[in-house]
């Protein structure tokens, strides 16, 4: 959290420290339907400073961002996202409140990863979507997170955010969805090769996720909730 | 190309439908001499709804039939409450039917019968199969009326004593269990029939009678544990029974019944070279949960485009896809049937794995990956109407998909746009983002929705 506070100033910039966070952030917006009721509700669970936020535009919810930093709290409430201060494993909010959760790029932040998922899953409604992105405990993608990281082409992960211990176990994150009456189904995702040179060099912004053979690295996540 | 079907129950008569559609000669004999009369499978689940769409006749059976009722639960003749096993739910712009419907199997099978005359098809009763060959070319049947009729394809979907199956030599492996039977009947109650009812005699709530309302009839299906001397049964039986429970609840008609045992049992093959089985045929398994007939009208839309299609590698895939779903089913209503027995108060709910919109033949991980089940969405057409995926996909054709960018000038292929992309060609608008969200589609992906509604 310290590292993200000390760049909290990049967290809106395209090319700042944070920029493959917005990457991601359209790609889990894809994954998320139109409200299909009024005053639907999604909680954004580790929203950082609500980049996720202009990608929901349209869709008819209301965005709750939860996080422990007052400083990103701060800037999302500034991009319309109703922030509670808060931890992932214990958040502060009633149980089937939420018609989406979305879990973006925080489950190899904790500590414990099955209390978050529970905590994710208890918020849902029954019916509910729950959508997360993270990165894979392997050794493919320790290698890409922690120790490659400062030699990627255009330094497009963070470098310093990411704690090999904590990375995410796939099938202890699908056993406790299953326990928790979502079913998860998981897909492997990259940035664009194209994209990411031309971002490289300047030419374009933004970069785009593609789907990936292999869950072995960064994957997205998604299911619905029993009932 | 013609087929011989043997079997003109919802399994066969599916597969009728499904290949008469598609313009291929087909014939559905019965050695039964007049139509099934009773009840039987009376549950259809939502993906079943799917494929009645698909084959025209989903109108039909939602205005004949109704969404499953809940149950009054009467101890010694006293009301204590009511249950609720279905949780009763909106359609979502990816599942239109999310609700099961109830409806008697003779009236399922009447609609059916309807939409196959639609075509020119006309069911043979009193038309056995009595003995068939194959040669690499077809099959050469004969019928109990002394007809001898050459197929290039024969589908046994002649129920759980399959005459073709048995002809094949193929092992129906599993089990009969001697120690519970089973007796259902269709009766006429002087009850509401807005509701199912459960009547058991305190202090053993869960040793009683079921009555659930057929709709469309005056008669309500029971069913309860046959006694030892059960072999066939009359209305003073089923009288007993009800007394025997403390209520007062009068029986006038006893239109059908049959004494059931649990028969757990699958067929080591579905496919001897030109020869298939499917539906009870090839697996046989608790009514619990309601998934005999459903599987078996699966597993005919599963192999009707197949047939049609006709290559070697299709063929196959019928077997390896079925097979795998029909084991599923064995395990999960033999479960279902175990909470009965254990006396389970949960016994009675029903969730996501009784509904078969789950089911999938995917061989790989993903979200929307080749064999999982091709959901619906709201679109808008070129012309400015508002139109379903499931429009699309609707008759024998596959469909092509593509997100986000041109599509193949071809039939049956349409761009997927988000509104402000223009591409020139055949295209829906996806307004609302439903599509792109349901197919966690980029823009570029593309998907082939097979005939059946599988992605491809």
């Known amino acids: 959290m310290e590292v993200f506070d000390a760049k909290a100033e990049q967290w809106w910039q395209p090319r700042g420290a944070f920029a493959v966070l917005h990457w991601l952030a359209v790609a889990r917006a894809d994954l998320v339907p139109p409200a299909a009721r009024g005053g639907a509700v999604l909680v954004d669970l580790g929203c950082g400073a609500g980049l996720l936020a202009p990608h929901l535009a349209g869709k008819g919810y209301r965005h709750v961002g939860v996080d422990a930093s007052p400083v990103a709290l701060a800037q999302a409430a500034e991009h319309g996202v109703r922030a509670v201060r808060g931890d992932v494993l214990a958040v502060p909010l009633a149980d089937g409140c939420a018609d989406v959760v979305v879990a973006g790029e925080i489950l190899e932040h904790v500590t414990d990863l099955r209390r978050a998922v529970a905590e994710a899953c208890r918020l849902l409604r029954p019916g509910g979507l729950l959508v997360l992105d993270t990165l894979a405990a392997t050794a493919l993608c320790r290698w890409v997170a922690v120790t490659a990281v400062d030699h990627l082409p255009g330094r497009w992960l963070p470098s310093g955010v990411h704690d090999p211990d904590l990375l995410v176990d796939r099938a202890v994150l699908a056993d406790e969805c299953a326990r928790r009456g979502v079913r998860l189904a998981v897909r492997g995702i990259r940035p664009s090769v194209t994209d990411l040179l031309a971002w490289a060099v300047g030419r374009v912004d933004t970069v785009r996720m593609v789907p990936m053979a292999t869950t072995a690295v960064l994957f997205q996540g998604r299911g619905r909730k029993e009932g | ?456």
């Open chain 2, 1 to 456: 190309m013609n087929v011989l079907i043997a079997g003109a129950g919802p399994t066969g008569l599916t597969l009728g439908i499904d290949l008469a559609r598609r313009g291929i000669e087909v014939r559905v004999v019965d050695k039964a001499t007049e139509y099934f009369a009773g009840s039987r499978g009376d549950g259809l689940q939502p993906r079943t709804l799917e494929v009645f769409d698909d084959l025209g006749v989903v109108d039909a059976v939602l205005a004949e039939g109704a969404p499953p009722t809940s149950t009054h639960v009467y101890l010694a003749g006293k009301f204590v409450m009511e249950r609720q096993s279905f949780v009763l739910r909106e359609p979502t712009p990816d599942v239109p039917y999310p609700n099961g419907c109830m409806l008697g199997q003779s009236q399922t099978e009447a609609i059916l019968r309807a939409r196959l005359a639609e075509f020119g098809v006309t069911v043979e009763l009193g038309t056995g199969l009595v003995g068939f060959e194959q040669d690499a070319d077809g099959v050469t049947a004969m019928l109990a009326t002394g007809e001898v009729v050459r197929a290039d394809y024969l589908v046994g979907a002649d129920g759980g004593a399959s005459f073709v199956r048995k002809q094949l030599g193929i092992a129906f492996e599993g089990s009969t269990d001697e120690s519970i039977r089973m007796v259902l009947g269709d009766v006429a109650a002087d009850l509401d029939p807005a509701h199912g009812y459960w009547f058991a005699a305190d202090p053993d709530p869960m040793s009683g009678v079921r009555l659930s309302p057929l709709p469309g009839t005056d008669l309500f299906q029971f069913v309860a544990a046959a006694d030892d001397g059960d072999t066939s049964l009359t209305l003073d039986a089923l009288r007993a029974r009800m007394a025997a429970t403390g209520a007062d609840v009068r029986l006038t008609r006893l239109a059908w019944s049959t004494v059931w045992r649990p028969n757990v049992r699958l067929a080591e093959r579905f496919r001897v070279g030109r020869v298939f089985l499917a539906g009870d045929a090839a697996h046989v398994h608790p009514p619990t949960g309601g998934q005999g007939l459903n599987t078996g009208v699966q597993d005919a839309y599963n192999l009707g485009w197949k047939l049609a299609d006709g290559s070697p590698e299709l063929l196959d895939s019928y077997e390896t896809e079925r097979r795998g779903v029909a084991a599923r089913v064995l395990g999960l209503s033999t479960e279902l049937l175990r909470k009965y027995v254990d006396r389970d108060p949960d016994a009675d709910r029903r969730d996501e794995n009784t509904q078969q919109l789950d089911i999938s033949y995917r061989t790989t991980e993903g979200f929307l990956v080749s064999g999982d089940r091709a959901p619906d969405a709201p679109v808008v057409s070129g012309d400015g109407t508002r139109v379903r995926l499931f429009d699309l996909f609707r008759g024998p054709h596959a469909t092509r998909l593509v997100f986000g960018a041109a599509a193949p000038a071809e039939p049956h292929s349409y761009a997927v746009l988000r509104p402000g992309q223009r591409v020139p060609g055949a295209h829906v608008v996806d307004a609302d983002g439903h599509a792109f969200a349901a197919y966690g589609a980029s823009d570029g992906d593309e998907f082939r929705i097979r005939p059946d509604g599988y992605v491809g």
